[in-house]
Structure formats: C-alpha cells, structure tokens
C-alpha cells in the first residue's frame, strides 16, 4: 500500500534515510551510491554480490546506474512542505519539526506526541482525547468547561455547570457516550432502511434495464418481421404487375392481330365493290341497248356471299365491340390477388398458430346457455340448475378455460341478433356477483360495449364512447401481454381498429363475454 507522505517512498532501505545521489542496480531497486558502494565492498570477499533488497544475483559485481529522474523527483519533493499525518494534527510543543500528535488534551487545549504526553500531567481535568483541530468546541462556550453531558429536552451537549445552575437545571441529561450510542442506534435504523431502500431501487432499475433490454429486442424483432413482410409485399405486387401487363401485352397482340386480317380482307372486297360499281357504271354510260341487255342481271353482279345479307357474312366483317378488344375478367382475377395477399398478411399480424378458446362451465352464469361446443353463450329465460360456486359468475357473463401469462393472442367473437353485449377480458380473481362483477365495472377487467348502434369501451367504470357507427357483427380482441396492451377491432373490410387498452397485466388473462339479450359466439382464436 502506498505511503500517505510520498517523501517516505524517497527512503534508502539501506540507511533508512533519504537518498543521497541515487543509483539503480540492474534488478531496478534503488539506494544511496555511498550505501550500496559500502555492501558491494563487503561481498568482494565471498565473490557473490547480491542486491540487498530483492537478493538477486549478478555474476560480477554490478554496475551502478544513476537514476536522475529519481532524483529530480527527490529535489522537487523535498521542497514541498511536509502532508499532513492520517488525522493531519501535529503536536503543539514540537516546534522545530512538525511531529504528529497522538492525543489531545481538553483541559490544555494542546496536542501532544508520543513524547509528550509521556510528561504530561495525569490529574483528572486534563481530559485526554484523540488528536482533534477543534479542541475549543469541546468546552461549554459560556464555562469554557468540558461538554461532558447531553440534554435530551435541547438537544445540546452541555457541561456539568449548565446541568446545576446553567439554563439547562432541572432537565434529562444524559452522559455524552450513552447519548451518542442511542443517537447511533438510531442511525443504524436509519442506515438500515436506506441500505433497502437502496437495493429496492437498484432491483427496480434492473427490472426497468432488463425491460428495456427485452422491449428493444421485441421491437427489433418487429421490425425484421415487418421488413420481411413490406420485402414480400413488394416481391408479391412486382410479380403480379408483370403478370398483369404480360397478359394486357398479349391480349393486345391477339387482337391486334385478329383485326389486322380483318382489315386485309375487308380492302380486298372494298377493291372488288369498286371494280364491280365501275362496270355498273359504265353499262349505265351505254347507248347501244342490245349491249346492256346481254349483260347479265344487276344481281348477278353482286357477291353471291351477300345475296344472304348479314348471315352468310361468314363473320369476316363482323364489328369489334366494347369488350372484345381485352379480357377484363382475367386481369381483374390477378388483381385480386394482391387483395388476399394484403388479406393474409393483415391477419397474419396476430394469427401466429390456431389454439381452440372454449367456454368454461364453472363461471357461465346460471341465466345463460352453453353449446356443447362450448364456444356459444345465450341469454334464457329459464334458470340453470348448475351448482352456485364461487367461482360461477351471478349475472349474464362468463369467461373462457384458458387463460394468457404471456405472447400475443386473439379472440374473434360475433354477437348474433345482440346489440346487448360486451366482450374483453378479465382476470380469474375477479367478483362473480354484484354489481361490479360485470367486465369494466372493476379494476381487473377490460371491455368493449355495444349501444345504440355505437361501442364504447369500459375500465375500472370509466366509459369511453367511440364516436363510430357498428358495421359489423364481428369483433376481435388482440393481448400482446408483455407490451400491457389490449385492443379491440371491428371485423369489418377492411378491419378496423376501435381502441387500445394499455396496463401491467399482473395476473392471467381470460376472455369473458357479458350477453344482454341474443347470443355470443367464439368464431376464431389464436396464440403464440
């Protein structure tokens, strides 16, 4: 351990003193040239030279080096005035050199060393203490008397004259050792709350770090899966465009192709109709009436194939019409394609594998029916004869088997000829009876409510209304119970989002339905 006087380090440990023209030996220990010179002189006789403080050993006797930066560190460190000892107090009567004092004495008000305290006097008002800089603050300021007592009533340590006739007479004193050893016992409490205090707040901040770490590996995570995703939308509507233009290319050259004979044979008759109405022309143009009357009738003249008018056309002058030009139909299927893929990868954000959510009959109330496959509750007039529990709910609800502790999850309810309903869930702790047992109408329950044509959502009897129109019957709830977040969706095209819960979930998760009238049923669900 280091020295606290670093002129200490500047010793010889020949001589003990400090280095005067300091050397180094080979081995790198350091002494005063005169006191290694004096044992290398010693070790002539035997041969063997050894270095006095680590007693390696040099085969001839060694060279002696001079370590000036040693002793420019020596110079400038013997100017600097002495440091302080551990308690940085010095004896009072050491006036040549300063020399650390060992006790104090009160009634002198001095400080003393070893050697002076060996003389000093030993009658019992000079009070020894440990070396102190504040001696006067150990005397009662209005006495000047030694503050031997403590007063309970003032807090004040005082003397023994503030206790008999000071300002402190008559009150509980109690002797400054055993005051300053229950003010420490109280201290110790003290400590004690604040050292687990202390690690309370160390573990929180480790379970907040190790949060963090996790909510950023999730959303590292989400991000490559949604990068994925938006890569294979893009692959997918890159496909589907060539595909689609390929097929409007092709389409265009058919029937590009098509009109193009069309257009040939068309001309060549325009040319024969030209041909045949110049001749008619020119027998009109006669004067010679045995010429024209030898020349075959006028229908002869015509193209025998238009004699039958429209139907013997054989189709070679048939009119495009709207329609024929593009397949529509064709084009309009492989767009639709983009539809179920978008589709698919919607539902894919919380579809992550099928699991069956089924009603539990412990908890459906005994106003309600359950389906045999348990995924259907409906309000009866006819009470149930199934046995009162405390786990059975009293009124119109019920909740599922299963319950969720962690991963993303989703339930698909439809509320059949029901505008009476509310769906979400709820913890298993939950009170099945009263008023408050209803999901929303407690702190352990979330829902969604329908009314009026409208929804709202419910939380510990706070009720928000969501300001939009029931399109449809169908309604998804998603848990993603390590984010704390619970949502609500209109199954509706496309999906729509209604609103999110947000929470620490500290207990399992179940779905739970509430039927007002009509009934419920469980259409899809799923986990991670």
């Given at each position: 351990?280091?020295?606290?006087?670093?002129?200490?380090?500047?010793?010889?440990?020949?001589?003990?003193?400090?280095?005067?023209?300091?050397?180094?030996?080979?081995?790198?220990?350091?002494?005063?040239?005169?006191?290694?010179?004096?044992?290398?002189?010693?070790?002539?006789?035997?041969?063997?030279?050894?270095?006095?403080?680590?007693?390696?050993?040099?085969?001839?006797?060694?060279?002696?080096?001079?370590?000036?930066?040693?002793?420019?560190?020596?110079?400038?460190?013997?100017?600097?005035?002495?440091?302080?000892?551990?308690?940085?107090?010095?004896?009072?009567?050491?006036?040549?050199?300063?020399?650390?004092?060992?006790?104090?004495?009160?009634?002198?008000?001095?400080?003393?060393?070893?050697?002076?305290?060996?003389?000093?006097?030993?009658?019992?008002?000079?009070?020894?203490?440990?070396?102190?800089?504040?001696?006067?603050?150990?005397k009662?300021s209005?006495?000047?008397?030694?503050?031997?007592?403590?007063?309970?009533?003032?807090?004040?340590c005082?003397?023994?004259?503030?206790?008999?006739?000071?300002?402190?007479?008559?009150?509980?004193?109690?002797?400054?050792?055993?005051?300053?050893?229950?003010?420490?016992?109280?201290?110790?409490?003290?400590?004690?709350?604040?050292?687990?205090?202390?690690?309370?707040?160390?573990?929180?901040?480790?379970?907040?770090?190790?949060?963090?770490?996790?909510?950023?590996?999730?959303?590292a995570?989400?991000?490559?899966?949604?990068t994925?995703?938006?890569?294979?939308?893009?692959?997918?509507?890159?496909?589907?465009?060539?595909?689609?233009?390929?097929?409007?290319?092709?389409?265009?050259?058919?029937?590009?192709?098509?009109?193009?004979?069309?257009?040939?044979?068309?001309?060549?008759?325009?040319?024969?109709?030209?041909?045949?109405?110049?001749?008619?022309?020119?027998?009109?143009?006669?004067?010679?009436?045995?010429?024209?009357?030898?020349?075959?009738?006028?229908?002869?003249?015509?193209?025998?194939?238009?004699?039958?008018?429209?139907?013997?056309?054989?189709?070679?002058?048939?009119?495009?019409?709207?329609?024929?030009?593009?397949?529509?139909?064709?084009?309009?299927?492989?767009?639709?394609?983009?539809?179920?893929?978008?589709?698919?990868?919607?539902?894919?954000?919380?579809?992550?594998?099928?699991?069956?959510?089924?009603?539990?009959?412990n908890?459906?109330?005994?106003?309600?029916?359950?389906?045999?496959?348990?995924?259907?509750?409906?309000?009866?007039?006819?009470?149930?004869?199934?046995?009162?529990?405390?786990?059975?709910?009293?009124?119109?609800?019920?909740?599922?088997?299963?319950?969720?502790?962690?991963?993303?999850?989703?339930?698909?309810?439809?509320g059949?000829?029901?505008?009476?309903?509310?769906?979400?869930?709820?913890?298993?702790?939950?009170?099945?009876?009263?008023?408050?047992?209803?999901?929303?109408?407690?702190?352990?329950?979330?829902?969604?409510?329908?009314?009026?044509?409208?929804?709202?959502?419910?939380?510990?009897s706070?009720?928000?209304?969501?300001?939009?129109?029931?399109?449809?019957?169908?309604?998804?709830?998603?848990?993603?119970?390590?984010?704390g977040?619970?949502?609500?969706?209109?199954?509706?095209?496309?999906?729509?989002?209604?609103?999110?819960?947000?929470?620490?979930?500290?207990?399992?998760?179940?779905?739970?339905l509430?039927?007002?009238?009509?009934?419920?049923?469980?259409?899809?669900?799923?986990?991670?």
């Amino acid at each position: 351990m280091a020295s606290a006087d670093p002129r200490e380090e500047l010793d010889c440990s020949i001589c003990l003193s400090t280095y005067t023209d300091p050397v180094m030996l080979r081995c790198g220990h350091n002494f005063c040239r005169v006191c290694i010179d004096r044992v290398l002189d010693t070790q002539d006789e035997s041969g063997v030279y050894s270095c006095p403080e680590c007693r390696e050993e040099f085969p001839e006797r060694p060279a002696l080096m001079r370590n000036l930066a040693l002793r420019k560190v020596m110079e400038n460190l013997l100017f600097i005035p002495p440091t302080k000892t551990k308690t940085g107090i010095f004896c009072s009567y050491c006036v040549d050199s300063p020399v650390p004092a060992v006790r104090s004495c009160l009634h002198c008000e001095a400080s003393l060393c070893d050697k002076h305290l060996r003389s000093h006097s030993k009658s019992p008002e000079h009070v020894l203490s440990d070396p102190s800089t504040s001696l006067e603050k150990m005397k009662c300021s209005v006495h000047k008397k030694i503050l031997e007592y403590y007063c309970t009533e003032d807090a004040a340590c005082i003397c023994v004259s503030c206790s008999l006739a000071g300002e402190h007479r008559g009150h509980r004193v109690e002797m400054l050792d055993e005051a300053s050893q229950k003010k420490k016992k109280k201290l110790r409490n003290v400590l004690q709350k604040l050292i687990t205090k202390k690690k309370e707040t160390k573990e929180r901040v480790q379970s907040l770090e190790e949060r963090r770490r996790k909510a950023q590996e999730k959303a590292a995570g989400e991000a490559e899966r949604v990068t994925a995703l938006c890569t294979d939308i893009r692959r997918r509507v890159d496909d589907l465009e060539k595909k689609v233009l390929s097929e409007i290319s092709r389409q265009e050259k058919e029937e590009s192709l098509s009109l193009s004979a069309l257009i040939h044979q068309l001309e060549i008759k325009k040319d024969e109709l030209s041909r045949k109405m110049r001749h008619i022309e020119e027998l009109c143009n006669m004067t010679d009436p045995l010429t024209v009357l030898q020349e075959p009738d006028t229908g002869d003249l015509c193209d025998p194939e238009e004699e039958g008018g429209d139907e013997d056309t054989g189709g070679h002058d048939k009119q495009p019409h709207d329609g024929d030009d593009l397949d529509v139909a064709v084009i309009s299927h492989t767009l639709h394609t983009l539809c179920d893929v978008i589709s698919g990868i919607r539902s894919g954000i919380y579809v992550e594998g099928p699991a069956d959510i089924l009603l539990d009959v412990n908890t459906v109330a005994n106003n309600l029916l359950i389906s045999d496959d348990l995924k259907t509750v409906t309000l009866t007039g006819e009470k149930q004869n199934r046995p009162e529990t405390a786990e059975r709910f009293q009124h119109y609800q019920v909740m599922s088997r299963r319950g969720f502790t962690s991963g993303r999850h989703y339930c698909d309810v439809e509320g059949r000829r029901s505008r009476g309903w509310m769906v979400g869930m709820c913890y298993p702790s939950i009170d099945k009876s009263g008023g408050q047992s209803h999901i929303g109408y407690n702190q352990k329950s979330w829902s969604l409510r329908t009314y009026n044509n409208r929804y709202s959502v419910i939380h510990n009897s706070k009720e928000i209304r969501l300001h939009v129109k029931i399109s449809s019957d169908g309604v998804r709830i998603c848990l993603d119970y390590e984010a704390g977040q619970l949502s609500f969706y209109e199954l509706c095209d496309p999906i729509r989002h209604l609103h999110t819960f947000t929470a620490t979930f500290s207990e399992p998760l179940h779905a739970a339905l509430y039927v007002g009238n009509g009934s419920i049923k469980i259409t899809g669900g799923s986990r991670n």
